[in-house]
């Protein structure tokens, strides 16, 4: 799932923290005054309740998605559940990863077929991604321990997202995406039929399995 949208400088951050000294802060958050801007893509292993967050720069597209996802099976998944071929992900509706986005289903296919893994995609339907795990053991996590701190550097942000921990031995691994994602992509026909894409018995369009070719 994809967190809010940042904006990178000095503002006004929501919640609370014990100092000496308020902090001075724009009193405006115009996107003019930002250095930039954070889009926190988040993959949550239930399994190994460690959250995998990827911070880009640009713009929420399915490619930058498919990037986190193979970044995070790169780096960890492919040795911690060395010898799998099968993959279930949990997403919301929306962009990126929208049931309905043949570019998010194409970057599948490629990570498919560049990892032999079978990947089984299920979305939770619209107004229902508050049930999302992500949601409550992960980001409310890191909006706490942000809480009241100004983002001011994207090093900032990559920090808070570290550190943030649980009792239940939650923890955080955080990336900088520094690609600038192109808007307004389709793809051509002759893209879309390479897509090895199997719909699920129950809600198809919310449930499918795209497997590797060959």
């Known amino acids: 799932d994809t967190k809010k949208r940042e904006l990178i400088g000095n503002f006004r951050n929501a919640g ?13 958050d115009y996107p003019s005054y930002a250095d930039g801007v954070a889009i926190p893509f ?4 239930v399994g190994g309740n460690e959250g995998f967050v990827v911070i880009g720069i640009s713009h929420q597209t399915p490619e930058f ?8 099976w790169h780096k960890i998944g492919a040795g911690r559940y060395k010898g799998q071929r099968e993959l279930l992900i949990e997403a919301d509706c929306g962009n990126p990863n929208s049931p309905d986005g043949w570019r998010w289903k194409f970057g599948l296919q490629q ?21 999302n795990p992500i949601e409550h053991r992960l980001f409310s996590q890191i909006s706490s321990n942000w809480a009241g701190q100004p983002l ?15 009792e239940a031995g939650l923890l955080c691994k955080a990336y900088l995406d520094k690609t600038v994602y192109e808007t307004g992509l389709t793809l051509t026909p002759k893209q879309k039929v390479q897509i090895n894409l199997i719909p699920r018995r129950v809600l198809p369009k919310w449930n499918y399995t795209i497997k590797p070719r060959g």
């Open 111 to 131: 990570i498919a077929d560049e990892f032999g893994l079978s990947i089984t995609v299920t979305h939770l339907p619209t107004g229902a991604s508050k049930w």
């Open 16 to 28: 609370e923290t014990w100092r000496r000294e308020a902090l001075s802060v724009f009193e405006y």
């Open 42 to 45: 988040g993959i949550y292993d």
């Open 152 to 166: 001011i550097s994207y090093e900032t942000i990559l920090k808070f997202i570290r550190t943030t921990k649980t």
């Open 65 to 72: 998605a498919v990037a986190a996802i193979r970044r995070w």
